[in-house]
């Protein structure tokens, strides 16, 4: 039997998410990524003494629509911790974070499990830390740093030890990147770390109850990595235990190069943090009238923006599933579909139609470039006149798909496309005849089986005619005039 049988792995996630405020957690500065090294400190975020950190009350509304999303409880009182720790990207000497008093505790994330069906992940907790600077090692003779990111606010969510496998873990990490990012609180941009993740890995015998030891690997920075990761360290402990050994409680770094997680040097992971209350922080209040606005004004979420789409709009779930798991992509999918209007009927025709460009060439277009829909060249407008020109005739199905290549190639407008290229399609029942007329008349031995009631030889004088017109040949007049042509003849 395959060791990996008997165990099941257990893995608890820790995730923060850079929040998307405008300043710092406890000063003025921008808390915008990028920009010049050390262009957005001040003394506070520098950690200078005899400063005062100020706290920024946007970080306490992100973390409530985070908590209220996701059915946290809400502590009406909240408490700063100082977690103490040395490191040169950490000037003040220790990180302001909450400890035994978070702002939110409980709530659940629900994932689809593979092989269908609804799983809850129940979270111990969410609470509010700042971040800290970056130490840039890529130069031989230096470290240098950019403290930049040191006093950005970060969210940290902390999931109980209840994902099953390394495929749920990817599944779980998903859904908080949907959420942050419907939220309107992170950006959820992995490869640049506003959203980050750390695992904690343990492995049991199927069913036992108690937990095993367990490591804690980190420096997954996408969605593969952590899978891949999680996948290597579960196979490692399950390997290690079937073979009479036990796991050691450590700090593992994953290597995406060589495919291996290694321990951190045992210097870095020893950690004492001596937390305890930041005393120049007043205790985090929250009264319900602030959590009733919060709530009130959440954004519509993933699951309800799905819904509508399934009942308002008549789309089929599976599509409504494609569409909201990106918020830009459902965004882009609604603007085009209302710059493209339309009615009762015509509305949910035009969903589909709009839909159906989008889970199939936009999105195709996207992954094959690896970009993000914020980045496509084509507008929801310039794609709802596109859908436009077929709804009304002036381009058939087959050409759209060429327009359409054009306009990511180009970005220009779908009807300067058209025109350049002379693709407009043509319905004018004289020059649709004449080219009827030839394809029947090369084609005498078809037209026979046609008349004999072979009815499948019709699509090869679609098939053929079309080919005349080079594709531009409205299908509708095509179908009527070799129907009414061929029926003559009999
Ligand atoms: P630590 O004291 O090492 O920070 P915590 O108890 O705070 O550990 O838990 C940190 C994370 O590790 C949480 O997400 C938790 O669910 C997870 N975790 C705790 N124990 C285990 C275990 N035995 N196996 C897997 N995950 C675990
Ligand atoms: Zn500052
Ligand atoms: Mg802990």
């Known amino acids: 039997m395959n060791p990996g049988d008997a165990y099941e792995p257990v893995i608890g996630l820790e995730v923060h998410a850079q929040l998307l405020t405008q300043t710092k957690a406890f000063c003025g500065c921008s808390a915008r990524f990028g920009g010049e090294p050390n262009s957005n400190v001040c003394p506070v975020c520098l950690g200078m003494p005899g400063t005062l950190p100020v706290l920024n009350v946007k970080l306490v509304e992100f973390i409530l629509r985070m908590g209220l999303a996701v059915g946290s409880r809400i502590a009406p009182r909240s408490v700063f911790a100082r977690k103490n720790y040395f490191y040169p990207d950490l000037p003040k000497g220790y990180q302001i974070s909450q400890h035994d008093e978070p702002i939110c505790t409980g709530g659940g994330i629900d994932i689809d499990v593979p092989g269908g069906g609804k799983k809850r992940i129940a979270l111990t907790r969410i609470h509010m830390e700042e971040d800290a600077g970056k130490s840039l090692h890529d130069l031989d003779v230096d470290t240098l740093l950019d403290l930049n ?64 030891t367990k490591t804690e690997v980190k420096n997954m920075n996408s969605f593969r990595n952590v899978e891949r990761a999680l996948e290597f360290e579960v196979g490692r402990q399950v390997r290690l235990i079937a073979d009479g050994g036990t796991v050691v409680q450590e700090t593992l770094l994953w290597d995406a190069e060589r495919n291996i997680a290694f321990p951190m040097r045992s210097k870095e992971e020893a950690h004492d943090y001596r937390y305890f209350p930041d005393p120049d922080l007043a205790a985090v209040t929250v009264d319900e009238a602030w959590i009733g606005a919060v709530r009130k004004a959440l954004p519509e979420l993933p699951e ?40 009762g009927a015509g509305r949910a025709q035009n969903a589909k139609a709009v839909s159906n460009w989008v ?19 084509v507008s929801p407008a310039r794609l709802a006149s596109m859908i436009g020109l077929i709804v009304d005739g002036t381009i058939s199905g087959k050409i759209a798909k060429e327009v359409f290549e054009d306009m990511v190639a180009t970005g220009e407008d779908p009807r300067a496309i ?70 003559a003849l009999g």
Do not use: W
């Open 359 to 377: 889970m199939t060439d936009v999105l195709r277009v996207l992954s094959a470039g690896k970009t993000s829909v914020a980045e496509f060249p």
């Open 418 to 487: 058209v025109e350049r290229k002379g693709l407009l399609q043509v319905s004018d029942a004289g020059a649709i005849g004449r080219a009827v007329d030839g394809v029947i008349a090369s084609n005498m031995p078809q037209v026979q089986k046609y008349l004999g009631g072979n009815e499948k030889v019709f699509a090869f004088f679609v098939g053929e005619t079309m080919k005349i017109m080079k594709g531009k040949g409205n299908p509708k007049v095509v179908n009527e005039v070799l129907r009414r042509k061929l029926d």
């Open 304 to 343: 309800t923006r799905r819904d509508r789409f399934i009942t308002g709009l008549g789309l089929p779930g599976y599509d409504a599933d494609v569409l909201t798991a990106e918020k830009g992509v459902a965004d882009y999918f609604e603007e085009t579909l209302a710059s493209l209007g339309g009615e």
């Open 149 to 212: 990111r040191c006093g950005v606010p970060l969210i940290e969510i902390v999931s109980e030890p209840a994902i099953g496998s390394p495929r749920e873990a990817s599944l779980y990490l998903s859904r908080i990147r949907q959420l942050v990012t419907y939220l309107g609180i992170c950006d959820g941009n992995m490869e640049e770390g506003s959203l980050r993740c750390d695992a904690n890995v343990s492995v049991r015998l199927r069913g036992a109850s108690a937990l095993g």
